[in-house]
């Protein structure tokens, strides 16, 4: 059976020793961010999630969400576990304490984030879903929808979902039928059907909140006449409190290939009332804004699920014996050794390690300079930090998820025919992680996002917000041959493909398009490289003798695996930066010229 | 939803242009297969299989099998259409006459293999395992074994299957624990649980014939102990029909990611009646010598499943409108234009059809090559033709269902949040696609045995057989600088990396064991490669003025694609090679000297 625990030494190493959540007590607002709260939360996080979440993991998957008459059931034990949740605090973690949240950091609550999806993804999209409507309401409501709205969401009595998708318009949201008719009173009414709406309909919470874009009949088409609603499916009496029923109906839930405890729904609006949020005709621009943090969240899904993979495949690695070990017998009371002493084994698991922690790191540096672009008191920083994040987001939101599936296809591999059974739990991980590299913009989307919008965004200044550190990181590091030169060598690969890219895209974007996924890629794996040698350089200072000891980890060998998993990724892993490097460089010709009609 | 034509015009080709299957009517008991037969045999079973079995795919995906009280039932629809497979002989197509078989080439029946399996995998296993029963007992069982059994098998009234897993041992067959007391009457009585046993039990056949391996009391541990006996579900009466129930039963079947819809049994054995297949003690090496077919067959079934999932994603991509062409719109008359034209679709496309195709071709030759190695009157042509299909054999398996699993993803990530649905059929060919890389020898096993066996055999004797032809091939076609450049230079990856590994690997096992699967990779991109050099060359003769007219395909555009698609893979896959020879180069330190315990 799989088994999880949250990795809890790598999360204090890494916010401590890497990141730096220390400095983010200088913010306003995270003043109370203390040593002592951030281990309170991620000790109670993981206490919460292992015992309450991840048993409702398998289960959850074999009953799925039920649909009759308009209303959809969650399987059992998750009401009592949403309860759990809201009762303690846990959906109000990160928000503003004016609406009932604890304000803390975001880098924080990033962790708990993807502890609970590593033990129970269906159930987090409850609370993923949830946030996604409240940054975009905080930013963007007015002062009268937040009110209302806010605090009900901020403590899980209500939840929310993001109405985007229509049957003919998934990535291209120029194409939203959906109409909103503006009403006397300042609210409109909204028809249409929208699908794909994770968490739409499902018997958690008190009301549910869409977040709906629609377009007023006489508005532009595309994008340009799209605008933002909320739409409840209670509307508020009097006192504020869920009331009437809005004319919001679910039509359906999909049979759907994972997250089969997550509701997936189709919702009906029948003249709903709804309220603008933020501008009209801007409705797409306010998405935008809180798209960061989502893809943010998506690419942690995916990495949270390689790490319990991961694990699981660990735990398999050592229990299970089969075969002898190459050097010859090492457990002669055993019938055969455990598959760990298997080099193949060994390489699954240390790909799955590798791939995982650098993510963790990845993640965390973004979450961090979220936070600093939205406390810090210097606006260039701000700025600084809100480019940084732009440019890293595609790229953890598809390269985590795709590792998420790979390392989730590792961990079921290490298990062989027990791994395809579905009562191991391996198999779901693959299930579970596939979505990951499709919703929130497919990972192709966001390769195009990366290529097409952020490298040109002001003249290449979003991407030398990454080169620079990078190039002074590696200069001023050359003494360690060890991991310099690895990671010089592909991070001029990826200098080389971005000054080629920045020019063949300019003349033809067809080149930039068919580039696009391999670039994601090599930027990705450069950038989980900077990761690795900050890490690795952190462990040897802690495990040399003058080592001031202000390491937070007090396991045995934590340090040692952290320069050894170093070293694997330099060579096994990074050296795909090669290949990719020479397919870029081939250009678009091979893929464009293609002919149609001979597919 | 999916849609699948059979691909003749691509088998046309790769049969009469590529591997040549004309000459293979000069070997004994090939006579009457003549293109007529030939192009009879591939436009039944491609009828048969879209109209018969295709549409059972999904009904019986969701179905599954069902089990109760010891008896399996299959999914509607099955047991109709498994009886009209019998009726036309579909199951005996490459048997010996002798036995009521075809006696067509193993080349021609592994282009209806891969139909069936890429309309219905499922379905398909239940003819695969009898066909695996029917490779060893017509080369290991005794006369009367042989004239007892394979009749009914070979016309499909009884089934086979193959039992090797017990709880505690897959790959390990040391491990098995089932016994078999040796009878006066010379059979046996066998006694023991096996696991994972597809086609176990079901309700399509009158008999079930399996071929277990267990030991006798007294005989050695490990493999060389291990003894092949043939079980049959009934035992024959006095004229050979199926009589009374042998001391068989199911005890259950596995709840399984994909091909639910194919039985996958816990098998008792409650001293079963039982009889010798070949020698007392030799069990493994008759399992090993069917292996090979088993093995070919099962990467046949992810390439299979690989071209089901691009055509779908074809079928999707020209349908679906979703944003404008980079170069400006395409379509006015649309709402947007088709998903076809954007670079990274047809990325995805390229991919899956480069892989699948290239995987045809090679499957092809080493099919081709047993057929020799079986039938040619040469005993040297013969001895060779073995050598090089065990060399290539586990690339076969491993890359070829490597391959199926990532076009699958290809195809469904083209649908985008569609393909995460159920009813689009998608998300199957991944769950199903995925057992291959785990059944009749994980991948990672598939490399051991390359590195560790194949690779050393003879003192490389089996790598020359491919070595020679591709320098061969490249010297003479050194005129060809844009596919013979690419294809030289991974080759000499390949050929650096075997030196490499031959001298590491001889001094430390390890370090072969822990290059084994990139080794593996690499080894199969050139393969594939010097596949579609010869593809592409070919086609370009076609296309030439003085093209002599031999071209077997008529469909437009059907050579410039191979010469297209060659360039795709020359340009966009082959350059993974570098990188793989990277990582092998850097040895296994990273991964052997990682502390077990800190895993």
């Known amino acids: 059976m799989a088994s999880y625990r949250a990795p809890i030494d790598d999360m204090r190493f890494v916010l401590h020793e890497i990141v730096g959540i220390d400095g983010l007590r200088e913010l306003t607002g995270f003043e109370e961010a203390t040593p002592d709260i951030i281990e309170a939360v991620l000790e109670e996080a993981a206490k919460f999630s292992e015992e309450r979440l991840f048993p409702l993991n398998r289960s959850g998957d074999e009953e799925g969400c039920q649909f009759a008459d308009g209303v959809v059931t969650t399987p059992a034990g998750f009401k ?56 975009t ?33 998934g990535t291209d949201l120029g194409l939203i039928k959906t109409r909103a008719k503006a009403q006397p009173d300042g609210s409109f009414r909204l028809t249409g059907t929208k699908i794909f709406i994770s968490a739409g309909e499902h018997d958690l919470s008190e009301n549910i909140i869409h977040l709906v874009l629609a377009r007023r009949p006489d508005a532009a088409s595309g994008t340009r006449g799209v605008s933002l609603f909320l739409v409840p499916k209670y509307l508020l009496d009097e006192s504020g409190n869920a009331g009437d029923r809005n004319t919001v109906s679910c039509g359906g839930i999909e049979h759907k290939m994972g997250i089969r405890a997550s509701s997936t729904c189709v919702i009906n609006f029948d003249e709903a009332s709804g309220y603008l949020v933020g501008t009209l005709e801007q409705g797409m621009r306010a998405m935008f804004t809180m798209m960061n943090a989502a893809r943010l ?102 390269f985590f998820t795709d590792i998420g599936l790979e390392v989730a296809n590792l961990g079921m591999q290490v298990y062989g025919g027990h791994g395809y059974i579905r009562e191991h739990g391996m198999e779901q991980y693959v299930r579970d992680a596939r979505i990951t590299q499709i919703y929130e913009g497919t990972n192709g989307i966001q390769a ?30 050359a003494a360690d041959g060890e991991f310099v030169e690895p990671l010089a060598k592909a991070f001029g690969r990826l200098q080389r493909a971005t000054a080629w890219l920045a020019q063949a895209g300019l003349k033809d974007p067809e080149q930039a398009g068919a580039a696009a996924s391999e670039y994601l890629r090599l930027f990705a794996l450069v950038a989980l490289g900077y990761m690795w040698i900050q890490m690795a350089h952190v462990a040897q200072r802690r495990l040399d003798v003058d080592d001031d000891g202000t390491g937070v980890v007090t396991t045995p060998g934590f340090y040692q695996a952290k320069i050894d998993t170093c070293r694997f990724f330099m060579q096994r892993l990074l050296p795909q930066t090669s290949g990719l490097f020479a397919s870029i460089m081939c250009g678009s010709d091979s893929i464009m010229s293609f002919d149609e009609a001979a597919f």
């Open 448 to 477: 195009l996002d990366l290529v097409g919008r952020k490298l040109s965004a002001h003249m290449g200044r979003y991407l030398r917000h990454f080169f620079h550190p990078v190039e002074a990181y590696l200069e001023s590091h």
């Open 80 to 135: 009592e576990a949403y309860a759990e949740l809201t009762a303690t605090g846990w959906t109000g973690i990160y928000c503003d304490p004016q609406y009932g949240g604890q304000g803390l950091p975001g880098t924080l609550s990033l962790m708990v984030d993807e502890i609970f999806c590593a033990c129970n993804l269906s159930f987090s999209m409850y609370v993923a879903l949830t946030h996604g409507v409240y940054n």
């Open 137 to 169: 309401l905080v930013r963007h409501g007015s002062e009268e929808l937040k009110n209302a709205y806010l605090p009900n969401l901020v403590s899980g009595l209500w939840t929310g979902t993001m109405c985007l998708t229509e049957p003919q318009c």
């Open 297 to 398: 969240e998506v690419g942690v899904q995916g990495a949270a699920i390689g790490e319990a993979a991961y694990q699981g495949a660990v735990t398999y690695a050592r229990e299970r014996v089969q075969g002898r070990s190459l050097k010859g017998v090492q457990h002669p009371e055993k019938a055969a050794d455990p598959i760990i002493v298997h080099p193949d084994i060994r390489r699954m698991l240390l790909t799955g390690r590798a791939y995982v922690e650098g993510s963790r790191a990845l993640g965390s540096w973004v979450a961090k300079k979220i936070d600093i672009s939205e406390r810090h008191a210097d606006e260039r920083t701000r700025r600084e930090a809100e480019e940084l994040v732009a440019l890293l987001t595609p790229i953890v939101k598809a």
